[in-house]
């Protein structure tokens, strides 16, 4: 069962605009990170954010994280045509079993030329 | 190249055929892990091993579905009697070390399986 919930399921903006992005959970967790995936490719790792942590930038990326509110969100700055891709949080549980990474159905963002 | 390799990238099968799914991880990584991804999903464990050791299998839908990694190297997923609920995208990861919860996982391209 899918762990995290995305919103909005799909996003069209243009380039040079900022993107944002949530990420809801459901049970309390270690980390959270976000992965991208392109168009008929595997996923790639983009940021690793901790339970203790409330903020975090890599690059043009920003995530935050609200543990009371099981809650995060990816800001990406100065979009750019290469950021199209889906983008997915993905969660590993607090307690045994940490390895095991649970998913959100993903958010879909177009960044037009 | 250095990444994960998982072949073949494309399977169609007829329902009810068997299917073998490979997996070569990152030379010398420890961990590997098998997800399904379906269409418009993100995807879903099914198993884990650390080394040759499957240590986590409760994430496979059924027991026609069966991994392994004998060597500790290259992982099979392998799917019996094959239906249509199986078309899916199987992805494989793989991690240096054993899995802690704090690991960036490097995913393959996946194999996008079609049942007919």
């Known amino acids: 069962s899918q762990q995290g919930e995305e919103d909005p399921q799909a996003l069209s903006i243009q380039e040079g605009e900022n993107a944002t992005m949530n990420c809801s959970y459901k049970?309390?967790?270690?980390?959270l990170q976000w992965y991208r995936q392109n168009s008929g490719r595997g996923l790639v790792h983009l940021i690793l954010?901790?339970?203790?942590?409330r903020e975090k930038h890599s690059g043009r990326l920003r995530v935050t994280l609200d543990t009371s509110k099981k809650s995060s969100s990816l800001l990406i700055t100065a979009s750019r045509a290469a950021d199209t891709a889906s983008y997915f949080c993905?969660?590993?549980?607090?307690?045994?079993?940490?390895?095991?990474?649970?998913f959100g159905k993903g958010t879909l963002l177009t960044v037009n030329p | 190249g250095a990444g994960v390799s998982q072949s073949p990238r494309y399977k169609v099968a007829k329902r009810g055929q068997d299917v073998a799914l490979r997996c070569d991880p990152i030379?010398?990584?420890?961990?590997l892990f098998w997800y399904q991804q379906a269409l418009g999903q993100g995807p879903e464990f099914l198993t884990y091993?650390?080394?040759?050791?499957?240590?986590?299998k409760s994430g496979l839908p059924s027991d026609r579905f069966f991994a392994e990694r004998p060597e500790g190297s290259v992982s099979t997923l392998k799917i019996q009697r094959t239906q249509q609920e199986d078309s899916a995208v199987y992805l494989c990861?793989?991690?240096?070390?054993?899995?802690?919860?704090?690991?960036?996982?490097?995913f393959g391209p996946g194999t996008r399986l079609t049942v007919l």
């Open positions: 954010i901790r339970s203790n942590e």
């Open positions: 030379s010398g990584h420890v961990s």
């Open positions: 993905a969660t590993d549980p607090s307690g045994g079993s940490n390895y095991k990474l649970t």
């Open positions: 049970t309390s967790i270690n980390n």
């Open positions: 990861a793989s991690i240096p070390g054993r899995a802690g919860g704090t690991d960036t996982q490097y």
């Open positions: 091993f650390q080394n040759e050791a499957q240590l986590d």
